[in-house]
């Protein structure tokens, strides 16, 4: 399988951070909230993806990626969702090497 | 302007044993000379699903990747990590109590290198002449002569709300009416790009209140907010 490029690690991202923020929405008091973070990291992440998106990802990075997903994956408390709706993209950006 | 100790309701009882865990002392500890991504990892570790040291070191290889040399700064994420993880396994109940613990004590550590031991006050209330005291206290104030502080602190963003930002923004202004100076803060331990969504879904005045958020903690050890 050919490397991945950070244009296809941040497509999985979104992906994944979309059914998170899916989960988030079920406190609907804080629905706009989450509606909101959710737009604010995404437009962070595609900054990142729009900046070098041919750029090749050591396995160690592609790997992380998929391990970060793999943790999202795993929340079933909506409450917990929204912690990570703010954890995802830090911990991501940070496997990219780029600040949060 | 004067403080005071909150009184030990049951509630205080409690919380004073969880901030007494050596665990809280011990990760707050690291997490004040760890990086942002440090704190990241420790964040993510805290209130994470996995307690398996593996995955995690596998989530960050720029923390743990073969490319990072053994040294100090692999040896503090090991630690931080190892740290992070007993946190992590003390259950959901319990660690989210002291997820707010670590980060008071975190502030208070960094707050300490710059004011001193004797300076650092924790659970203190803030009264002045005429004006009902509020009855919860801050979290910890830095209380010396000629410029006092006051700090609230979170866990994550969501936190921030109305009530504690009119909090220390009264504070502030109460103090200013009495000709005495004190900084008010908020030491949040998320990304500032978190904070700044919530806290433009609030309305209580915010414009003499720093907002402290996980990449700035140093801030606290250089110099007032």
């Known amino acids: ?100 | 302007m004067r403080f005071q100790d909150a009184a030990r309701d049951g509630r205080a009882i409690v919380y004073a044993g969880i901030q007494a865990d050596p665990l809280v002392r011990r990760v707050a500890t690291q997490l004040a000379d760890a990086s942002a991504s440090q704190c990241v990892m420790a964040r993510a570790v805290m209130n994470g699903e996995t307690t398996d040291p593996a995955a995690w070191r596998a989530t960050f290889p720029t923390l743990f990747g073969s490319s990072v040399a053994a040294g100090p700064e692999r040896a503090r994420s090991e630690d931080l990590l190892a740290a992070s993880l007993a946190v992590a396994d003390r259950g959901e109940q319990v660690r989210s109590q002291f997820r707010g613990a670590i980060v008071e004590e975190a502030t208070a550590i960094l707050l300490a290198r710059r004011a001193g031991d004797a300076a650092i006050r924790r659970e203190r209330r803030i009264l002045f002449d005429g004006v009902r005291a509020e009855i919860h206290p801050y979290d910890v104030t830095v209380e010396r002569e000629g410029g006092a502080e006051a700090y609230d602190c979170k866990w994550g963003a969501r936190g921030i709300n109305d009530d504690v930002l009119h909090q220390l923004d009264d504070a502030r202004s109460h103090a200013a009416d009495e000709d005495e100076r004190l900084h008010v803060a908020l030491v949040v331990f998320d990304a500032q790009r978190s904070c700044d969504v919530r806290l433009d879904r609030l309305n209580a005045p915010r414009a003499g209140t720093t907002i402290i958020p996980l990449e700035s903690l140093d801030r606290l050890a250089e110099g007032a907010p």
């Open chain 1, 1 to 100: 399988m050919a490397p991945a490029t950070v244009a296809q690690a941040i497509d999985r991202v979104l992906t994944a951070y979309a059914g998170l923020a899916e989960l988030g929405e079920e406190i609907e008091d804080e629905w706009s909230y989450v509606n909101d973070l959710a737009t604010a990291w995404r437009e962070r992440l595609e900054t990142v993806a729009d900046g070098d998106p041919d750029r090749i990802l050591g396995d160690d990075v592609d790997a992380a990626i998929d391990r970060a997903i793999d943790e999202i994956g795993r929340i079933t408390d909506p409450h917990r969702a929204i912690d990570w709706l703010s954890t995802f993209p830090q911990v991501t950006l940070v496997a990219l090497g780029e600040a949060p």
